[in-house]
């Protein structure tokens, strides 16, 4: 098999799809591990707070460590520790303290985690094609993909063999980094920076007004976007009083879909939007959404507002990567690893809100949802400020 860019990017497609697995998979098991375990949910709230909070430190570091390894080795490296943390997680619960066993098994796949959020979208960035906003915007639908393909392939995997059989179906997912780590050995990776020229330095970001817009912008759409993606299954069950499966498929999936649909509807159409009102009119869509979560009078309406958000957010994240992208020329690795920085920030302190919020309410995870929703009205005002500018 001829390896080309275009492998390079069909990598980077799947790249996204094990972050998928990474940052979804054990979601859908913390009520389990609340049963079997007897986990409490403050301590499975840690475990979305470190997972996070891990890849937050792998994003800072990321700027120093990655130009001087190379690219190819840190994403071989990532790839590894995904791999390695699912397989941890089917072991060290049993031979220790369980909950420390799961919380050092999500360690080691975050740092795989982190480095792929580093990494991916400079990779692709990278590569010689034209609509770089478009192509941006596709490839981050992968990562909906992948959340699609977790949900609905563990669901109908739990359906089949029982929910005990959970280890089994982590060596699945196992394998998956393990085969595109293969591919990244030996296709072509191009340099993000042109022969001779100098990218942007962390102080020289630092001193850029645009460049702390786009920081906000990306905390409050990592916020916006795992507010309701980590505890919707746990939110259809809980709070919403709906069988496991039909809650996964209902909550989580159908969020993750509308979310990649709304991607890869701007990766088709992208050059006849204007992507700064198209991301204007998403955040200010996505506070309804969250509105409708939190306060409508019956299940169904709730879980219509967990799908809204989904297809709210779809246009966030990539859409502020390309935007700094256009603005911060130059930016570089350095400015990658600053945004993955902000967004997993985001991923960290939206998911955590929730569970805080939802604890000190007696469980009661609307009272969570509803106090999410200040990140998209935080990223409806940035935008307007960047738009006011000319700058979004």
């Known amino acids: 098999m001829r390896l080309n860019y275009k492998t390079t990017m069909f990598s980077c497609f799947v790249g996204y799809i094990v972050q998928a697995v990474v940052n979804n998979f054990a979601p859908l098991l913390f009520v389990m591990f609340q049963d079997i375990y007897g986990i409490p949910l403050s301590k499975i709230t840690l475990l979305v707070t470190v997972n996070f909070l891990v890849q937050l430190t792998v994003d800072l570091l990321g700027a120093g460590f990655i130009d001087k390894i190379g690219y190819r080795a840190s994403i071989l490296t990532a790839h590894a520790c995904s791999s390695a943390g699912f397989l941890l997680l089917t072991v060290l619960p049993e031979v220790m303290d369980p909950f420390a ?15 792929i959020e580093v990494l991916i979208s400079p990779i692709m960035e990278s590569c010689p094609t034209e609509h770089k906003e478009k192509a941006m915007s596709l490839l981050h639908s992968f990562y909906c993909w992948g959340h699609v393909g977790v949900v609905l392939l563990s669901t109908l995997f739990f359906r089949v063999f ?38 942007m330095t962390v102080k020289e970001l630092f001193g850029n007004s645009m460049f702390w817009l786009f920081m906000i912008m990306m905390a409050c759409s990592g916020a916006s976007e795992l507010s309701v993606s980590q505890w919707a299954s746990a939110f259809a069950e809980r709070a919403l009083g709906i069988s496991k499966t039909a809650g996964d498929l209902a909550g989580p999936m159908a969020f993750a879909v509308l979310m990649g649909s709304a991607r890869v509807f701007y990766g088709k159409y992208g050059e ?22 939190s306060a409508a009078p019956s299940p169904l309406l709730s879980l219509f507002g967990c799908a809204l958000s989904g297809i709210s ?13 256009a603005s911060l020329r130059g930016g570089g690795t350095a400015m990658f690893a600053m945004l993955a920085l902000a967004g997993d920030l985001g991923c960290s302190a939206g998911p955590s809100l929730v569970g805080a919020v939802s604890d000190l309410w007696e469980g009661d995870m609307r009272r969570g949802i509803l106090a999410a929703a200040v990140f998209p009205v935080l990223l409806t005002l940035c935008l307007l400020a960047g738009f006011r500018k000319n700058k979004i």
Not at 272 to 293: E, P, Q, T, V
């Open 313 to 325: 957010v779809g246009i966030l994240w990539p859409g502020t990567f390309s935007k700094a992208s």
């Open 101 to 115: 066993g799961i919380l050092l098994s999500v360690i080691v796949y975050a740092v795989g985690g982190g480095i």
């Open 162 to 199: 029982g929910l005990g059989q959970w280890r089994i179906l982590a060596l699945l997912w196992a394998v998956l980094p393990l085969l595109n780590g293969a591919v990244f050995i030996k296709t072509p990776i191009a340099p993000l920076i042109s022969s001779g020229e100098k990218g």
């Open 272 to 293: 006849k939007i204007n992507l700064g009102k198209f991301m204007i009119f998403s955040s200010s869509f996505c506070i309804l959404a969250y509105l409708l979560m």
